[in-house]
């Protein structure tokens, strides 16, 4: 297992908040329990730290057919929505809630060009709110390839304080690239084309790069 680069500066600040008193506590009270009691507790939190950095080794499901799953988590919301921001039209929604024991990576759902990107500056609300994806920080990008265009919107919960989205306009990606990370607790929503088959359901749990959430509508061909 690897250690994710987004995790490199919180983990090392992590182990001196924790260490420094430890061994002034060893000092202290070299013959009390006290010591050992705070240095168990202090190895349990940074154990817990290190973990939710944690970066698997695994190799995405490629498949230009279908949409990948953008991130670890439960599936908690399947639905037809309007998409008002960039798309402006009805889609299939489709959120992967991801809790603080989940891998917080983020990949993109599918490959081809990134067409918009944008970030929202926002509140905290936990989220699961239903207008977390409305008034929560966050970060929207538009992907499209030869099977249409394809919405996914990274979403910060009431733990989540930062958002890092790698994507950037005008670039190619491919389908399982990291597309970004989320800190501590929060929402991907996908917004899919009315025709894609949706082979996930509300409640199921999904690994990121590796589920498949959808099947996409044939390329439309224009000879």
Same mark, same amino acid.
Not at 123 to 132: E, F, G, I, Q, T
Not at 148 to 169: K, N
Not at 173 to 187: D, L, P
Not at 192 to 202: A, G, H, I, N, Y
């Given at each position: ?15 001196? +908040?924790?260490?420094?008193? $430890? ?16 240095? +168990?507790?202090?190895?349990?939190? #940074?154990? !817990?730290?290190?973990? %939710? ?19 670890? &988590? ?6 037809? $929505?309007?998409?008002?921001? %960039? ?34 500056? &926002? ?18 990008? $538009? ?5 249409? /265009? ?13 958002? $890092?989205?790698?994507?950037?306009? &005008? ?12 800190? #501590? &607790? ?5 917004? !899919? ?17 590796? /589920? +498949? ?6 390329? +439309?061909?224009?000879?």
């Amino acid at each position: 297992m690897k250690i994710h680069k987004e995790g490199y500066k919180i983990i090392t600040n992590s182990f001196l +908040i924790l260490a420094i008193p $430890v061994v002034a506590l060893y000092f202290i009270f070299p013959d009390d329990n006290i010591f050992w009691y705070a240095l +168990i507790a202090a190895l349990l939190l #940074f154990t !817990l730290v290190v973990r %939710f950095f944690r970066f698997p080794n695994i190799t995405p499901a490629i498949n230009d057919s279908v949409v990948l799953a953008p991130a670890d &988590g439960k599936i908690v919301i399947v639905k037809e $929505v309007y998409e008002g921001e %960039f798309l402006k039209k009805e889609c299939l929604q489709v959120s992967v809630f991801m809790s603080v024991f989940n891998v917080h990576i983020n990949w993109f759902p599918v490959k081809g060009v990134v067409k918009y990107f944008k970030y929202h500056p &926002g509140r905290y609300l936990v989220a699961m709110h239903p207008k977390s994806s409305e008034k929560n920080e966050r970060t929207t990008i $538009v992907v499209e390839n030869d099977r249409g /265009t394809v919405l996914f919107r990274q979403i910060a919960g009431y733990l989540a304080r930062r958002i $890092v989205c790698y994507a950037e306009e &005008g670039k190619f990606y491919q389908q399982g690239e990291q597309a970004g990370f989320i800190k #501590f &607790g929060s929402r991907v929503d996908l917004f !899919l084309p009315l025709d894609s088959r949706v082979q996930v359901t509300k409640g199921q749990k999904v690994k990121g790069s590796q /589920t +498949i959430i959808a099947t996409l509508p044939e390329p +439309i061909n224009e000879s």
